[in-house]
T-cell receptor, first 116, second 114 residues
Framework: GAVVSQHPSWVICKSGTSVKIECRSL??????MFWYRQFPKQSLMLMAT?????????EQGVEKDKFLINHASLTLSTLTVTSAHPEDSSFYIC????????????FGPGTRLTVT | KNQVEQSPQSLIILEGKNCTLQ??????????LRWYKQDTGRGPVSLTI?????NTKSNGRYTATLDADTKQSSLHITASQLSDSASYIC?????????????FGTGTLLAVQP
């Protein structure tokens, strides 16, 4: 149990376009979902935390108008990178928690975004 | 400042050998410490999770230890296999965080060679 999927697993887009990444909890309801970004040879960096039905909380330095997060249901959160630029190329990983205060975050397999 | 440091940064061992990875943290107050395995191009997979009151936890060939007094943890891998080649990340969860924020170490990159 506790499987998190992401779609797509990789995507290439042109500079200036937008791309949407989906994160789904397949066998549990996720009250809270997290979005991370990971650059090569670096650790995961939290971008934002989203609770179902409410606005996401963004970390300092993360532009909320550029990285749009929607958590409309207990099993789906989406991250839309708007007006993507080459510097947005990265590995994006989501995770999901069953409930507030739960120890465990279950990570998705990640999405590789390349902006040309 | 809450930090998690890991050593070594990278490690090469021969298949079948044992190895130990280290994690030091300055997170306070502290709720739990986790070890994750991350294969290249994949998301992290949980290996162990320990609260401050636990000293050791095993998951197959992986054994994690925790000394909450010295704020140190280790991950011991026994009889390594080629498939153990990955990045191993130590992650600490501060106590009292309503949003379950995690503090990540930079990882140890392990290469197991035949």
């Amino acid at each position: 149990g506790a499987v998190v999927s992401q779609h797509p697993s990789w995507v290439i887009c042109k500079s200036g376009t937008s791309v949407k990444i989906e994160c789904r909890s397949l066998d549990f309801q996720a009250t809270t979902m997290f979005w991370y970004r990971q650059f090569p040879k670096q650790s995961l960096m939290l971008m934002a935390t989203s609770n179902e039905g409410s606005k996401a909380t963004y970390e300092q330095g993360v532009e909320k108008d550029k990285f749009l997060i929607n958590h409309a249901s207990l099993t789906l959160s989406t991250l839309t990178v708007t007006s993507a630029h080459p510097e947005d190329s990265s590995f994006y990983i989501c995770s999901a928690s069953r409930a507030h205060g739960s120890y465990e975050q279950y990570f998705g397999p990640g999405t590789r975004l390349t902006v040309t | 400042k809450n930090q998690v440091e890991q050593s070594p940064q990278s490690l090469i061992i021969l298949e079948g050998k044992n190895c130990t990875l280290q994690c030091n943290y300055t997170v306070s107050p502290f709720s739990n410490l986790r070890w994750y395995k991350q294969d290249t191009g994949r998301g992290p997979v949980s290996l162990t999770i320990m609260t401050f009151s636990e000293n050791t936890k095993s998951n197959g060939r992986y054994t994690a230890t925790l000394d909450a007094d010295t704020k140190q943890s280790s991950l011991h891998i026994t009889a390594s296999q080629l498939s153990d080649s990955a990045s191993y990340i130590c992650v600490v969860s501060p106590y009292g965080g309503a949003t379950n924020k995690l503090i990540f170490g930079t990882g140890t990159l392990l290469a197991v060679q035949p």
